[in-house]
């Protein structure tokens, strides 16, 4: 507990480091880019995936695995697909290390006579592999729809990367779906958006804005790109996951044909969507404060922590335990602080620091008063609280938490969506203010990329719910039709 | 289904591997060596992976994550492990891919630019990574013990693969622990042998026996290796899982100190432990017959298929509906087929194919007569049950499926464990009757490898429960005090 958190006023990259760092979430690694996921960092996570991986097998998906490794020359097959990914790479090109030397003088070498035929890359994403086995899998429409998902690890070569928002090595689910039309197709990737919404709303109280994609942002490959854009409290945006309509582009790099009712070979349709271990820095980043982390109930690994005070007692550790037993069966996990050496202000600062949404300081007078204070880490209130129906007084604690949570990051949000209509509004906006210029544009990746170039913001999306206004783009001052959301992001 | 499945009498390899394909546990991949896991073998290894990890946890054990990656170096710092693994690891030497060519000669090349200046192997194992980290973890004997675990891919490339039971990628969990002691590193190697052990008899229905490596079969790096054997139906061993008494030897390959309570530096005692995906391979040859794949009802994805009889109507589904939400009550995985398509016949042979413990057959006639008929797939005995009622009778049949199997299988199991006192009778058993043959042995490497060389068995473990008990070793005739099992093993 050397250095203090920095304040985020102060410096809000060093501040999200000082929070991964000092919360135990993750930590750096020996291997460029790749970070390792500390234990409660990975609960979160875990808490995470628990919760998606219902909502996928809730809308009639199943998991599967595919190989880690994909033969160079897949990456080539589809046209677009290739320029996306080659880039960032990882590539295997030996399959044996030898030793040379004795003694202190050993060490391991590449044995060159153990090269690959054919270079191997380590999976960026799957869709490659997936369609190369999928020719195989499907033969006629009663094969379909074919409604996938995997949970792997995937790298992608980050020159600068930071932790969970882009490292080298991330965790993530890829859905891969195949379809025997375009509409059924371009429904499941519009409900997998749905999906990716709600968690996103419901589990993380990171409100977000469904969208498209431009062109220049789609992904390698995709027809259309649809996302969940979320705005972290620096006023920069977080795409947090994308759903991707591929129409028939991987069947077709990979000769996937069914046979439709009506008795013809046809290319099949897919969709992929996918979100990964980039949500929790995400989720760092909408609720922390610059006393650490701040979870949302529904994501924390301890909900509830009872912290003796000053020190655990038999008597005291009696009524923890009853007030624990009380919890548990509501479903709420709770930890007993019975550690004795370090003293009550010490653990306080130490759970406000890890985000266990809330305290319950129990001292021997409170319980001769048969009550107990309660803190919720949020907004850091305190309050004494009857021990008489401590249980749903906690659990619909845990729901206000919850939605206040979210409103609090709601709120924040959609203060800062900023309509513009001019070119000096607009740079007012990002340079100032921060968060969403909404502004027309005329709809050429020219002028998209001439925007970035000068203000580094991009557009995160052309929003679903959008209405439809006449104007005229900010930069080139040629008509426009709607509105679509600029914004720096990660 | 145009090729029947091979009987286990005529060719057991061919029959393992057409289980494989048509119960559509796994599919072979373009990438030598690697697999894919279709999603019906893929619930499976949840159902494991869910059981285990409950386990896991229950022992005080978290979960974290640590990078795919291994710089090349590490690998060499402990001296035995490096021989145990440079010979079958993934070497990535390169970040990035290039195209080369226009059009139709577009192809994807290893951008030579782009090479590290330390080659990366893919993890066979994490000890190094781990190791490496906890450096930075441990201070004190308060940081002990650490309790950490790992689901995660691993690579070895090994040259001659089958599916589950030994692939190049493979899917798996290892723990490593952290201790402040010998005695306490020791109780936690075999506490979770222990886990194992009991995972594999109440879970899989599998009997293991629980023993120690010889020296020569030892993990590399470990003090000692523990590890439960199984016996599949050809009379061949599996080891099924390992634990491993790690002593200080990462920890000096690593420089891993901790402050003991009287405050002076010591090296930090470890253990490491895993399973993999190989169990689903071992559940498969522990229990499957000739109409397919036999799954013991705790880890079948679905435990119970209803199907109406000739086919579909209001009628029936009206019933099946109510006696699957009956089922599903009791926490019973229910599967209604309303596949109007294939006869009641062709869906009985894929259900047992794919090894559903429980069939209910269920036509107008029975509902007329307040039945059902049940089907159970270990026995394939059938027998019409009253309606009311029969969620209860489900549930216990259940058990008795999970019980029978076991039984079948130790009974098995302990008809093949044969004691022999001559290399004649050694021989015979293993060219003969297959199994374990426990024999005694003199203890020295010397002979243990030319048994090994002369029959292909090696020795499996010197069982745990095993009596001390004079005689002399089968090949040498040099004095032992104690039986250890031989087999021929996967």
Redesign the interface.
């Known amino acids: 507990m050397a250095k203090e958190i920095t304040p985020r006023s102060e410096n809000y990259s060093e501040w999200y480091l000082d929070i991964v760092q000092k919360a135990r979430l993750a930590?750096n690694?020996?291997?460029r880019g790749?970070?390792?996921?500390?234990?409660h960092g990975?609960?979160i996570?875990?808490k995470m995936r628990d919760a998606l991986d219902a909502m996928f097998k809730e809308t009639g998906h199943?998991?599967?695995?595919?190989?880690?490794?994909?033969?160079?020359?897949?990456?080539?097959k589809e046209?677009k697909h290739?320029?996306g990914f080659?880039?960032?790479?990882?590539?295997?090109?030996?399959?044996?290390?030898?030793?040379v030397g004795e003694g202190d003088n050993?060490?391991?070498v590449?044995d060159p006579e153990a090269k690959l035929e054919e270079?191997?890359?380590?999976r960026p994403t799957s869709e490659t592999?997936i369609w190369?086995?999928y020719r195989?899998?499907i033969q006629s429409y009663r094969d379909l729809p074919l409604l996938?998902n995997q949970w792997?690890?995937v790298?992608r070569?980050e020159m600068r990367t930071r932790p969970f928002l882009r490292t080298a090595?991330f965790?993530w689910q890829e859905g891969h779906t195949a379809h025997a039309s375009a509409d059924e197709a371009m429904i499941e990737t519009r409900q997998m958006l749905d999906v990716y919404a709600t968690f996103a709303e419901e589990f993380m109280a990171m409100p977000v804005i469904k969208g498209v994609k431009t062109a220049n942002e789609r992904f390698a490959g995709a027809e259309e790109t649809f996302c969940i854009e979320a705005l972290m409290q620096d006023g920069k945006a977080l795409q947090a996951g994308t759903s991707h309509f591929l129409g028939q582009n991987f069947a077709k790099a990979f000769d996937v044909y069914f046979l439709n009712k009506d008795n013809q070979q046809e290319h099949v349709w897919a969709t992929s969507w996918g979100v990964s271990t980039r949500l929790v820095g995400g989720l760092i980043m909408t609720h922390s404060d610059d006393s650490g982390l701040v979870l949302p109930p529904k994501l924390a690994p301890i909900q509830v922590v009872i912290i003796p005070i000053p020190k655990p007692s038999p008597e005291l550790s009696e009524v923890a335990d009853k007030i624990a037993a009380s919890l548990r069966k509501r479903g709420i996990s709770v930890k007993i602080d019975n550690d004795d050496q370090n003293r009550p202000g010490f653990k306080f600062a130490e759970y406000e620091l890890i985000g266990v949404p809330v305290r319950l300081g129990l001292g021997a007078r409170d319980i001769a008063a048969n009550q107990v204070e309660v803190a919720r880490r949020d907004t850091k209130e305190k309050q004494s609280v009857s021990l008489d129906g401590i249980d749903e007084y906690v659990e619909k604690l845990l729901e206000d938490i919850q939605q206040n949570l979210f409103n609090r990051a709601k709120q924040y949000r959609d203060e800062h969506i900023t309509k513009v209509d001019t070119w000096a509004e607009f740079e007012d906006v990002l340079e100032k203010k921060g968060g969403f210029a909404s502004a027309h544009w005329d709809g050429t990746t020219e002028t998209e990329l001439a925007i970035k170039e000068k203000t580094k913001a991009t557009i995160r999306c052309i929003p679903l719910d959008g209405e439809l206004e006449d104007g005229v783009c900010i930069l080139s001052g040629q008509p426009s039709t709607r509105r679509v959301l600029f914004a720096k992001a990660y």
């Not at 790749?34 to 234990?39: A, T």
């Not at 270079?119 to 380590?122: A, M, N, P, S």
Request: glycine share 0%; aromatic share 14%.
């Open positions: 930590d690694s020996p291997v790749c970070m390792v996921i500390k234990p990975f609960a996570w875990e199943v998991n599967a695995y595919f190989p880690l490794f994909i033969p160079k020359s897949f990456l080539s046209a290739v320029d080659a880039q960032e790479c990882a590539v295997v090109t030996h399959y044996r290390l030898k030793t050993r060490q391991v590449v270079e191997l890359i380590v592999i190369n086995t195989d899998w996938i792997a690890n790298v070569w090595e965790l």
